[in-house]
Every structure is written in structure tokens, then in C-alpha cells.
T-cell receptor, first 111, second 116 residues
């Protein structure tokens, strides 16, 4: 994608931490998001961060935002096989839920 | 409460045919969005309705795509005539935005369209 880029694949072992990275290009983005898509399912909002924050933690999820480098990451602690899915990074630039998504990172968790 | 519902879940059509996708948003949500993911690439915005009006249709690829939301409830996305490059997964989302507040967009499961 022209605006948001992510690596395509990540493979980790159960119990390890997963870190999924994303870069975006527009410094005017208001919110940045992580969505999860499990096989055969729709997009599920995992977490989001307001653009004036550096970090947000929600149970096993930690989001880090580096505005200077336009870099967003999602860390999943104690990764489980149920975390296997495609994770999409997205940015929102205006008042509405018009998102610019990346291509998605497929996370494979090995038992 | 029902979430965002899309129909059909899968559609296989021949090049040149017409297909109509339907999205039922969450009841009471004024905002409805269509997105598309083609061939494992990024999910791209197509258009945004506020009630029955098109707020932003900057992502519609060409005039073979027609979206409607008569009455401000469900929406349809018609592709006529379909081309091979239209294959992909079409997502619909709805939300009830409140100025100055963050509101979540809820996505449907998507319609997988295959044009052969």
C-alpha cells in the first residue's frame, strides 16, 4: 500500500512475544489502529492509539507509536495459537472512520 | 444485537455479468463504509455514506461500480459489468460517529467475489 506498510508474515512459538511492525506516511493521522482477521471472519478491532500518545497497553497487547519515524508496532505477550490471524495496521486521517490499511501481517503461532 | 451483515458471503460470476452485494449495518448507525481487499493486498476504502447521502466516494474504482443506500438503512454495491480485476473481498463497516469523540467502526464478515 502507498500509505501504510507492513511485513507480510511472522512466525513465532507459543508463549513467545510477537511484534508486528507498521510504517505510515501521513503525520496528520488522528488515530492509528490494529485490526485482527481470523480465518473466515471479518475485521475485529484489537486496539487503537490516539496520535498524541506514545504507548497504550491493554492486557497482553502493547502498542508503541513513534511519530517522528511514523512507526507503529503491536506487541502480543505470551502469544497463543488462538492469536494466529492476519493483523492489519490502519490510520485514520479525518473525522470519520475512513481508514488507510496496510496489506496485513499473517501471524503463525507454532505450538 | 446483530452486527454488520453482508450477503452473499461468496459469489462466483463470469466476466461481463452483474453482481450486487448487500450490507446491513448495525441498527441506528448513520455511517456506512465499503472497503475492498484485492489479491492479498491492502484493504482500500471505496466510499462512505452518511444516512442515504454519499459523503465520500473517492475510492470507487470506476463507473462500473454503483453504490446505493436508499432510505439510509441497508446498502447495495453493484458491479456491472464485472471484470477479472474486481475479484476480492468486499467489506462493509458501520459506525455512529460523535463529533470530537472516538467511535468504533464495526466490520462485516465480507463478501468474497470471484470473477472468472
Amino acid at each position: 500500500g502507498e500509505d501504510v506498510e507492513q511485513s507480510l508474515f511472522l512466525s513465532v512459538r507459543e508463549g513467545d512475544s510477537s511484534v508486528i511492525n507498521c510504517t505510515y506516511t501521513d503525520s496528520s493521522s488522528t488515530y492509528l489502529y490494529w485490526y485482527k482477521q481470523e480465518p473466515g471472519a471479518g475485521l475485529q478491532l484489537l486496539t487503537y492509539i490516539f496520535s498524541n500518545m506514545d504507548m497504550k497497553q491493554d492486557q497482553r497487547l502493547t502498542v508503541l507509536l513513534n511519530k517522528k519515524d511514523k512507526h507503529l508496532s503491536l506487541r502480543i505477550a505470551d502469544t497463543q495459537t488462538g492469536d494466529s490471524a492476519i493483523y492489519f495496521c490502519a490510520e485514520r486521517k479525518g473525522d470519520f472512520n475512513k481508514f488507510y490499511f496496510g496489506s496485513g501481517t499473517k501471524l503463525n503461532v507454532k505450538p | 444485537e446483530a452486527g454488520v451483515t453482508q450477503f452473499p458471503s461468496h459469489s462466483v460470476i463470469e466476466k461481463g455479468q452483474t453482481v450486487t452485494l448487500r450490507c446491513d449495518p448495525i441498527s441506528g448507525h448513520d455511517n456506512l463504509y465499503w472497503y475492498r481487499r484485492v489479491m492479498g493486498k491492502e484493504i482500500k476504502f471505496l466510499l462512505h455514506f452518511v444516512k442515504e447521502s454519499k459523503q465520500d466516494e473517492s475510492g470507487m474504482p470506476n463507473n462500473r461500480f454503483l453504490a446505493e443506500r436508499t432510505g439510509g438503512t441497508y446498502s447495495t454495491l453493484k458491479v456491472q459489468p464485472a471484470e477479472l480485476e474486481d475479484s476480492g473481498v468486499y467489506f462493509c463497516a458501520s459506525s455512529q460517529e460523535i463529533t470530537g469523540h472516538h467511535t468504533e467502526a464495526f466490520f462485516g464478515q465480507g463478501t468474497r467475489l470471484t470473477v472468472v
